[in-house]
């Protein structure tokens, strides 16, 4: 027998929840089974993550919203968290828990700022160049690896898209940047950044391919192997067969030689011993037989009737002491 558990949707959910609650801290029940909040800080502001799961969850993506507004990569402008990783490969087989304590982790380490506080913020005098102005729609047309690793790195805050190579570069060539789409995609890849995500992106293609090869020279193990399950299934399977007919054998002989079987049987025994009794008797007053024959005949089926009944009366007797006693 191969055991393997099944879970249903109610149970897949309750676990779900439960690792919410194993995974984060200070989670508040709004709804059970459908809403429930989580407060944090980041930095200096206390946020609240929603979490909200409709009737088809875990089916269905969760819905995250945070409170107040905050500008992060992962936020939409409706304040829901739709770009988190985990979110994004939410499946059946995810952990509700550990994906809201990655996004509760990265807003703690990168802690962002609200919108109000960003709409008011304005350049100063020492403020630092920031990038120039590159469609990104462009961009990522033209830029493969760029739009690659753009998918493919964690959004950070937005202090980070500071390019301090731009300080290097005169006004002309700032000017030339921005003008110039090539310059800009030969510029985005020799960022730092970018060739770091790039070559994080090149290592796990490798890994990748690796594991696709060793997991292809495993096919024909996996082929002998499912050749050998199928084989013991077929095995087991003429087994079960031969246990039920031999179960239905057993029951058959457990039947016939049962106490209160056999005490019916020789009722009947001994029923057919005395009716044999008297036609030896209307035999011998019809003067079939003479009168040796008789008695032979006679005491011979006489004492086989009383044996039977003697029996039988004994049998019904322990029978009746065993019912008294319980069994």
Known sequence: ???????????????????LKIFNDNVVEICEGHEYQISFKSDRH????????????????????ISPPIVHPWVNADSEVTSAPGLLNFSIHSD????????????????????????????GPGSTITSPTVPIRECERSSPSYCAVNNFSSPTHQKRLVFPELKKLSMDELEFLNNNSDRQLEFLNDLPPIKEQNK??????????????????????????RSEI???????????FENERLHMKYQDMSDKYSPFNIKEQLRLAAEKAESECESIADGFLKGEVDVDKFVNLYTKARSLCQARKTKEEKLSHQLESLSKAGF
């Open 96 to 123: 509700l828990g550990r994906v809201v304590q990655a996004i509760i982790r990265e807003f703690e380490r990168n802690p962002p700022p609200l919108k109000n506080d960003s709409n008011n913020i304005t350049p």
């Open 200 to 225: 994080l992106l090149d290592d796990l293609i490798v890994q990748v391919e690796e594991l696709a090869e060793s997991n292809l020279s495993k096919q024909e193990q996996l082929s002998e192997l």
């Open 1 to 19: 027998m191969l055991p393997k558990i099944y879970r249903s949707d109610p149970d897949i959910r309750k676990h779900q929840i439960n690792t």
């Open 46 to 65: 206390e946020l609240c993550l929603h979490i909200s799961l409709s009737n088809e969850f875990p089916n269905e993506k969760p819905l995250l919203t």
């Open 230 to 240: 199928e084989q013991k299934i077929g095995e087991v399977t003429k087994l079960a």
